[in-house]
């Protein structure tokens, strides 16, 4: 029957066709050293447009008709409208029957890297356009092409003449050009922009199958170079398994004048420290490849909520982590980030996403929407998911999709409305909170039975939600899953056993996107940062250079938007309050007594000259160290530590630090600094498991199969 559903509707489906795109041909000359750049661009309307459209351009750039019948006219006085540039509109009538025009421009294009600040001061650089002799950028928003305002999707065939020594980069195909010294890149599938990337690059060569793999380094490095080679290879193969056919014909790794992580079609844009680190390979790069098939293959309708960073990140970054069983931990971790950072002030439904721009929005934007493409999966199988992925990206590459698209295809490949499952995760803010209580055992004729009440306590209309609960019983190794329905507040649930049940617990490997309870998770940076108010302790005994330093740290911290962050000495201070965060600076700072109590019970001790976490020694004179725990009178605020014998090490432990988030302490060696510790404290006591036997149990989950298989693609250094 669903075979013959979708036979039916593939009938009524009308591809947007090619030649529904504005088709650009273009002749650009960049001249770096004078930040120039000189155009001729030819524009072919399709059919179904009007003669009459307006466009903008960068307002350094001055458009003149060089072809065709057809007419130009300024029409505003230079405002700039929501752009990052500077630009001008105007309109371009087409004579009668014409369909194209020729418009040549000049002028130049540099806007210098920008540093901008994120909570806690997380740093990042950005240029909405730049010609320099490092290189170019160029995309949409620089407006160094005529950017039609109805929003057309487009096509391009550009020529590209550069200094010598000098490659480009865009989307689509590079086209042989013998006997000429340009370069050419044409792509003929609807693109929402055009991209222009060149340097003095050192290029690298591959091939995944009929896709071509490039590497564009700017310091010649073929041990790199293959590293990405390598790893470009197995991912095209595996994604193309799971998803579809690569909708591109190359995908190239770029490495950029300053540090970025972008995701362009058929291209990703890396800063040269990322693009370096052993890491990124195995993280933020099968997750800028992943983005050719969600959000630049299947485009995204952004007033409808951008879902394609959430399904990204699935099916990158979490299916790595399944792929090491380490799945619950990483959706933990999104978790964790929507509890420290996300209240009733700054939540939205995912239908508002655009884009990140705080802790907040990611936790949102890409963590909820990525545990709803989880409980998705968890609700339809493997397969059926599988199978919905594969249709949604074959009905909709090169074209938009929104929450409502995505909701008609996995409906469709269900069998079954799914109205309810995406309006209360992509409409509503906030999440369920979950509880249990008078759970008990009892003993029956065939075994055992185990009773008790699952409540949801957030505000609000209840979520329907199929809960899994896992038991643990004596003589087997592994504990057994169980569903529980829950789409009222409070529902009974009874489950039968045969062997004697040890231990409970409510959604152990985080299935579910709620409301974490603070016990669930330990104390962790994340949540030390994530706090509207923080109170920094300066050690007052410290030499004034050293307490320079800290305040230093701690000032640059009151850079962020998102925090209210406060200095003060210890010897300013009586006690410490509970109802904000507190980060006590400094060896010797008058409240570290407060922190070695709130640690009691964890692998901590005080050593002589320093302290042992985890079995690791950090010396006062050698190491940073920074360790988290909870205020005693208000489990939702922190109490952190931060100390270091060498203040050169502290400018970097506060660039790398909310890097570390989901960690509860760290130890760090030299001005680097390097990291040699990091670890998270144990939960003790989650409100949602129960007891039976009065000794304490562990649940241990059986294995799960990650949803694809990456052979060779796991053993990521971390
Ligand atoms: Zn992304």
Same mark, same amino acid.
């Given at each position: ?40 661009? =030819? ?40 752009? &990052? ?47 320099? $002799? ?9 407006? *160094? ?22 490659? !480009?980069? !865009? ?13 050419? *890149? ?15 690059? $050192? ?8 896709? #071509? ?22 991912? /095209? ?5 799971? @998803? ?30 990322? @693009? =370096?680190?052993?890491? @990124? ?19 995204? #309708? ?21 792929? =090491? ?48 493409? &989880? ?51 992509? $409409? ?74 040890? =231990? ?30 923080? /109170? ?20 640059? *911290? ?76 208000? !489990?939702? &605020? ?50 949602? $498991? ?29």
């Amino acid at each position: 029957m669903r075979h013959l559903i979708r036979f039916l509707y593939v009938l009524f489906f009308v591809p947007q066709a090619i030649g529904d795109t504005v088709h650009y041909t273009m002749d650009i000359d960049i001249q770096p050293a004078d930040h120039r750049l000189e155009a001729r661009v =030819r524009l072919k309307l399709p059919p179904t447009m009007p003669a009459s459209l307006v466009f903008r351009l960068h307002a350094e750039l001055e458009p003149v008709i060089t072809g065709g019948q057809a007419i130009l006219e300024h029409i505003d006085a230079g405002e700039t409208g929501d752009s &990052h540039v500077p630009t001008r509109s105007y309109r371009l009538k087409l004579g009668n029957g014409q369909r194209e025009a020729e418009i040549s421009y000049s002028g130049t294009i540099y806007h210098p890297i920008k540093n901008l600040a994120d909570n806690y001061a997380r740093r990042f650089d950005v240029s909405p356009g730049l010609i320099d $002799t490092d290189g170019v950028f160029l995309a949409g928003s620089s407006y *160094w092409y005529p950017v039609i305002q109805q929003e057309r999707p487009v096509s391009f065939d550009m020529s590209i003449s550069l200094p010598e020594k000098w490659h !480009s980069v !865009s989307q689509g195909r590079r086209a042989d050009t013998h006997n000429t010294a340009a370069q050419r *890149w044409t792509e003929q599938h609807p693109q929402n922009q055009i991209y222009l990337i060149a340097a003095p690059f $050192t290029e690298y060569k591959g091939t995944a199958g009929t896709v #071509d793999t490039l590497v564009f380094l700017r310091q010649p490095d073929q041990a790199l170079a293959d590293r990405y080679l390598g790893v470009t290879e197995h991912y /095209l193969q595996m994604y193309e398994g799971l @998803i579809g056919e690569y909708p591109y014909s190359k995908f190239a790794l770029v490495e950029n004048f300053w540090e970025t992580g972008y995701g362009m079609p058929s291209f990703t844009l890396l800063g040269p420290r990322v @693009i =370096r680190l052993p890491f @990124i390979p195995y993280t933020s790069y099968p997750h800028e490849i992943v983005h050719n098939w969600w959000g630049n293959g299947v485009y995204v #309708d952004y007033a409808n909520g951008n879902w394609s960073e959430g399904l990204t990140s699935y099916l990158a970054d979490h299916l790595l982590k399944e792929n =090491r069983g380490e799945g619950a931990d990483y959706r933990r971790a999104a978790l964790q980030k929507y509890a420290d950072f996300v209240d009733g002030n700054n939540d939205f439904p995912l239908t508002e996403f655009r884009g990140r721009h705080n802790s907040a929005t990611e936790a949102v934007g890409y963590g909820k929407t990525m545990m709803v493409f &989880h409980m998705l999966r968890r609700m339809l199988g493997d397969e059926q998911f599988t199978e919905g992925l594969r249709l949604l990206y074959a009905d909709y590459r090169f074209r938009n999709a929104g929450w409502a698209e995505i909701a008609r295809t996995f409906a469709r490949v269900a069998g079954q409305p799914l109205d309810t499952f995406f309006s209360q995760w992509t $409409t509503r803010t906030g999440g369920p909170r979950l509880q249990i209580t008078e759970v008990s055992v009892d003993k029956t004729a065939s075994g055992y039975r185990v009773t008790g009440l699952l409540h949801q306590t957030q505000s609000g209309r209840p979520y329907a939600l199929s809960v899994p609960i896992a038991l643990q019983s004596e003589g087997h190794e592994q504990a057994v899953w169980r569903e529980v329905k829950l789409t009222q507040e409070t529902s009974e649930f009874s489950l039968a056993l045969h062997a004697r049940p040890l =231990r409970l617990a409510v959604d152990p490997a985080f299935d579910l996107f709620r409301r974490l309870h603070r016990q669930e998770v330990p104390p962790a940076i994340s949540q030390a940062m994530g706090d509207k108010k923080v /109170l920094v302790v300066l050690p007052s005994s410290a030499p004034e250079r050293v307490l320079t330093a800290y305040r230093q740290l701690g000032k640059s *911290w009151q850079g962020g938007r998102d925090s209210d962050v406060e200095l003060i000495r210890d010897d300013e201070l009586v006690t410490l309050p509970d109802d904000r965060t507190i980060w006590l600076f400094g060896w010797n700072n008058r409240f570290r007594k407060a922190m070695d109590k709130a640690l009691e019970g964890y692998d901590y001790a005080l050593a002589d000259g320093g302290v042992t976490i985890d079995g690791q020694a950090l010396d006062q004179s050698e190491h940073a160290v920074v360790a988290v725990a909870r205020q005693s009178g208000d !489990s939702e &605020h922190a109490l952190a530590w931060l100390a270091s014998g060498n203040t050169a090490a502290l400018p970097g432990l506060a660039r790398k630090l909310p890097h570390y988030g989901k960690y509860s302490y760290l130890g760090f060696d030299g001005e680097a600094p390097d990291n040699i510790l990091k670890g998270q404290w144990p939960t003790v006591s989650s409100p949602l $498991t129960a007891e039976f036997t009065g000794s304490p149990a562990t649940i241990v989950l059986p294995p799960r199969k990650p949803l694809a298989q990456m052979p060779g693609l796991t053993a990521a250094p971390e």
